[in-house]
Each structure stands twice: as C-alpha cells, then as structure tokens.
C-alpha cells in the first residue's frame, strides 16, 4: 500500500538554525516525491519535486530510494518559512496525491 | 489567470443531511480532484474526475459522487451525511495531457461541519 510518513507534528527551531523535516514513504513501484506547502491563511501549494532537483526558497529534498525517504532540509531557516509543510507522492500515469499527516515548522526569531 | 475557487466557504449540516460543493477549476485546465482533509490529517483523495468521467476513486464509500462539467468545473456530493464528514475539502485542478505529472493547484477548501 502506498503510504508516507513524517513522524514530526511540529518542528520548532531558531531563526539561522538548520531544518530538516522527514518524509519515508513505502509504495511498490516508481513514486514522483513532491513537498507542499501551506502558509498561514494561504492555500495549499507544490514547494517542489524531486524529478525537477531544483532548489526552492533555499529548500532542497533528497529522494533516497534505499532508505526510501525524502527529507526537507535547508540550512538556515527564515522566520517566513514557519509553516504546514507536507510530503506526498503519486504514480505517474495517475494523479491521485498521498499525503503525509504534515509537519508544522516554526520559526522563532 | 484565474485560479481554483470553491464555494461555499463554509458549511454546516446535520447528520443524514446531503451536501453539495463546487469547484471551478483553473482556466486551461481539464481534470479536477477532491480531497477531504480531516482535522490533523493530511488530504485524503477522494475521486478524480477528466473530460466529465471518473479518472480515479480513493477509498470512499459511494455515498461521495461527482460530477464534472463541459466547462471543467466540478461538483462534489455526500449523501446521508456522517459526523466523521466533518472535514476540509479541497479541490485541484490540472492539466491531464499526457503520462507526466502535472502540477496540482489547490483551491481554499470548503469546510463541512455535520452536527
């Protein structure tokens, strides 16, 4: 069955601190990983996916198929990246999105 | 560009109640899905609909239908309404053109309330 994990509620760091926030996933196959992203009062939005390797915001994400994981991480956390941040995956073909149980990233100054 | 949008903004029913909620999906695209966000939960997909057909089911009882427009909006239906129904539900809408991924984008949500 096709799942993903992050086993952080919150994450709660200092301004110029690193952040990484974890995602494993388990699915029989190919999966696309992706990282969204909601921001407070704002929608839903893709924050970026592993096929594109860009680096978003100062994000970048790692999919490591051997330990089937796909963390978030950034060097140095800006207090506007406090946030509801989720991991999910989809087969290509089908764009149904499985979702993690989301992360909240916060920031303090 | 307009974006996705989805009415009502808010919603309160009553247990054994229908509902029904509405997406306008994003100019140039052609597929729409629903997804139902429980408290503390990550989305949960319910259904796709492409070209006015269901592309797709999560595990939803049949009691959550759609219905997809020629203009690519979308309706969203649950019939004998649950107090588990209580949810965020949200729309997405992209373009289906071939076997790649194409972005999603989210509308602002519909929240029920089933008392």
């Known amino acids: 069955a096709q799942r993903v994990t992050q086993p952080e509620k919150l994450l709660s760091v200092f301004k110029g601190a690193p952040v990484e926030l974890k995602c494993n996933y388990s699915?029989?196959?190919?999966?696309?990983l992706f990282w969204y992203v909601q921001y407070s009062r704002q929608r839903l939005q893709l924050l970026l996916r592993?096929?594109s390797r860009e680096s978003i915001k100062g994000f970048t994400a790692d999919l490591n198929k051997g330990e089937t994981s796909f963390h978030l991480k950034k060097p140095f956390a800006q207090e506007e990246d406090s946030a509801m941040y989720y991991c999910?995956?989809?087969?290509?073909?089908?764009?149904?999105?499985?979702f993690g149980t989301g992360t909240r990233l916060l920031v303090s100054p | 560009e307009t974006g996705v949008t989805q009415s009502p903004t808010h919603l309160i029913k009553t247990r054994g109640q229908q509902v029904t909620l509405r997406c306008s999906s994003q100019?140039?695209?052609?597929?729409v899905s629903w997804y139902q966000q429980a408290l503390g939960q990550g989305p949960q997909f319910i259904f796709q609909?492409?070209?006015?057909?269901?592309?797709g089911r999560g595990n939803f009882p049949p009691r959550f239908s759609g219905l997809q427009f020629p203009n690519y909006s979308s309706e969203l239906n649950v019939n004998a309404l649950e107090l588990d129904d209580s949810a965020l539900y949200l729309c997405?809408?992209?373009?289906?053109?071939?076997?790649?991924?194409?972005?999603?984008?989210f509308g602002p949500g519909t929240r029920l309330t089933v008392l």
């Open positions: 100019s140039g695209h052609n597929t």
């Open positions: 609909y492409y070209r006015e057909e269901e592309n």
């Open positions: 999910a995956l989809t087969d290509t073909g089908f764009q149904k999105l499985v």
């Open positions: 592993h096929i």
């Open positions: 997405a809408s992209s373009s289906l053109a071939d076997l790649t991924y194409n972005e999603q984008f």
């Open positions: 699915y029989s196959g190919s999966p696309e």
